[in-house]
């Protein structure tokens, strides 16, 4: 069973739906004037044991900093809750710390509570962030709307391919390249810069934690349209540019591949005007993703959370 399987078996019905959940269709619910949004990352499956825990750190605020800035509202506060297994030690646990005090105040967030315990198996991380919207709107999932510009910030596909480097050691690529993707993979870089910009100017707008077909998938059958995009389109960094020249089927990555926390949203023709942003296709009728050049003998898929 994958994440969304499990909020239409168990969630998505009469009695559990209502306006503060967003239908659980978004990252984010909201209530009392401020949106919110959480992500756990377990050992094992986001992180590996021997990664560097000031990274692992980093990575655990980032990815929920993401959730937020992509609604165009800057976080503010936070909860952090801790399972650390057998493997955590007194100095994992100072680096670690280094790296969530040192990111609490690059965001300038406030840690205002949160839980510990230890367990006998692997360390599991979780944190609840929550972003004060005083007189804002925030931007959904499900607001898209017909022939509206699809955008997407910074470069895609680098986290993926960064986890294949990291996992396929064989694999002849220069070390400058593999080195880049790699830490695109451990160091996520929220686009917060654009926190404004997305507020002032997306209709509908989400981070790409799942990967851009499975993001983009996910607005289409909120604001219950479909999409048209050239692959040719999908800005992509100059490493993963070399690594798919080496490996062709590695094009697979950059649709499906997940944890680039760029921000993927839709518009009005233009905004890719703006520094780091580049328009990549139009919202369409219909409930379709067609995808144009692009080898059709790749399946169209994201990462699935499975429970």
Known sequence: MNEFDFINKYLSSKNNSNQFSLNYRDDVGYANNSIFSTDT??????????????????????????DIIAKGIIPKFCLLNMSLGKSVDDLWLDKFMKGIHSD?????????????????????????????LKDKKFIKRSSAKLNNFIYVTGTI??????????NNLDFQLPKKYSDYLKNRYLLPEPRIELTNFIN?????????????????????????????????????????????KENPTLKSQIINGGDDYEILFTGPDGLDKKKNITKIGKMTRGDQIILTDF?????????KHEI
């Open 157 to 166: 596909g680098d986290s993926s391919l960064g986890l294949f480097c990291r």
């Open 41 to 66: 990352i377990c050992e094992g499956v986001h992180f590996y044991k021997n990664d560097k825990p000031l990274l692992v750190a980093k990575k655990l605020i980032r990815v929920n900093v993401s």
């Open 295 to 303: 080898d059709d003998r790749i399946s169209l898929d994201g990462y």
């Open 200 to 244: 002032k100017n997306a209709t509908s707008s989400t981070d790409i934690s799942d990967g851009l077909y499975s993001d983009l998938k996910n607005i289409c059958m909120t604001s219950k349209l479909g999409a048209e995009i050239n692959f040719s389109n999908i800005p992509l960094s100059v490493a993963a540019s070399r690594i798919i």
């Open 104 to 132: 609490l105040n690059f965001y300038k967030l406030n840690l205002i509570g949160g839980d510990t315990t230890k367990n006998l198996h692997n360390t599991v991380l979780s944190l609840t962030i929550f972003g004060d």
